[in-house]
């Protein structure tokens, strides 16, 4: 973690804050001196001096009641980091109906929900930001991700839409897509396949680095998104994925 100021005097929320990138970054953000609130299901391990309040996104009634528990309590908001979402494996015919409604909902409703109830009190921000958690998966085909990569294509049309409809109000929108990162999320996706074990070592070999993403490394660069010295920085998706779309490396 960094020891900068930058975020003195800002309140930043992260949605899935409790856990794996979402928790990185809320750690990040309170080091860079920010107050920081985690919305998630489940904020009863959330890290000291967090302000931790439930938020389902897939529920508008739920968000509508964090935020208005978020504006009763702290009365501002500077920050919002859309990090909540679940993952899907499979090919199109692999998962039903109800799972790509499920999906969907959470990784690209779920933002828009959020962000709407967030919306009031950004716009009375000097330093409003959004940043949402996109993937390399909505511009690379990776193999049994038919539904999670529709999901995050969505995010990153709809990242470009809200940078768009908000930058004359001062709120600037970016999305960060990393690789395949070292988390839970990924750990709980991984038992899906028949030896986890190969999986995993594929997926730390498909990084040009050779190495899965630390959550840590992705936080980073959250942070700076979302930090007033980023202030010229709005519509864009910033790759931290180990060189996977860009680097075309000879096999060892």
Same mark, same amino acid.
């Given at each position: 973690?960094?020891?900068?100021?930058?975020?003195?005097?800002? /309140?930043?929320?992260?949605?899935?804050?409790?856990?794996?990138?979402?928790?990185?970054?809320?750690?990040?953000? *309170?080091?860079?001196?920010? %107050? /920081?609130?985690? =919305?998630? $299901?489940?904020?009863?391990? +959330?890290?000291?001096?967090?302000?931790?309040?439930?938020?389902?996104?897939?529920?508008?009634?739920?968000?509508?009641?964090?935020?208005?528990?978020?504006?009763?309590?702290?009365?501002?908001?500077?920050? $919002?980091?859309?990090?909540?979402?679940? *993952?899907?494996?499979?090919? @199109?015919?692999?998962?039903?109906?109800?799972?790509?409604?499920?999906?969907?909902?959470?990784? /690209?409703?779920? +933002?828009?929900? /959020?962000?709407?109830?967030?919306?009031? $009190? &950004?716009?009375?921000?000097?330093?409003?930001?959004?940043? !949402?958690?996109?993937?390399?998966?909505?511009?690379?085909?990776?193999?049994?991700?038919? $539904?999670? *990569?529709?999901?995050?294509?969505?995010?990153?049309?709809?990242?470009?839409?809200?940078?768009?409809?908000?930058?004359?109000?001062?709120?600037? @929108?970016?999305?960060?897509?990393?690789?395949?990162?070292?988390?839970?999320?990924?750990?709980?996706?991984?038992? !899906?396949?028949?030896?986890? +074990?190969?999986?995993?070592?594929?997926?730390?070999?498909?990084?040009?680095?050779?190495?899965?993403? %630390?959550?840590?490394?992705?936080?980073?660069?959250?942070?700076? =998104?979302?930090?007033?010295?980023?202030?010229?920085?709005?519509?864009?998706? &910033?790759?931290?994925?180990?060189?996977? %779309? %860009?680097?075309?490396?000879?096999?060892?």
């Amino acid at each position: 973690m960094t020891t900068s100021t930058e975020y003195t005097g800002l /309140v930043a929320a992260v949605t899935g804050g409790a856990s794996g990138i979402g928790r990185a970054t809320a750690r990040e953000l *309170s080091a860079r001196g920010a %107050t /920081v609130v985690v =919305l998630d $299901l489940d904020v009863g391990g +959330i890290d000291a001096p967090q302000v931790g309040i439930r938020c389902d996104v897939s529920d508008r009634v739920s968000v509508d009641e964090a935020f208005s528990r978020l504006t009763a309590d702290i009365g501002r908001l500077d920050v $919002l980091v859309n990090n909540a979402g679940i *993952s899907a494996v499979g090919t @199109v015919v692999d998962n039903d109906d109800a799972t790509w409604t499920r999906v969907l909902d959470v990784n /690209v409703a779920g +933002i828009a929900r /959020v962000t709407a109830a967030a919306l009031p $009190l &950004l716009r009375a921000s000097s330093a409003a930001a959004i940043v !949402n958690l996109g993937s390399i998966a909505a511009t690379n085909g990776l193999p049994q991700r038919a $539904l999670y *990569s529709a999901s995050k294509g969505a995010v990153h049309a709809l990242t470009l839409a809200l940078a768009t409809d908000h930058v004359r109000e001062g709120i600037r @929108v970016n999305a960060v897509a990393p690789g395949t990162v070292d988390t839970p999320f990924v750990a709980r996706m991984l038992q !899906n396949f028949a030896d986890p +074990i190969a999986e995993r070592a594929a997926l730390d070999a498909r990084q040009a680095t050779g190495r899965m993403v %630390t959550p840590e490394e992705v936080a980073a660069a959250i942070a700076y =998104l979302g930090g007033p010295l980023a202030g010229s920085t709005t519509g864009t998706v &910033l790759l931290v994925d180990g060189g996977v %779309t %860009t680097l075309r490396v000879r096999p060892v």
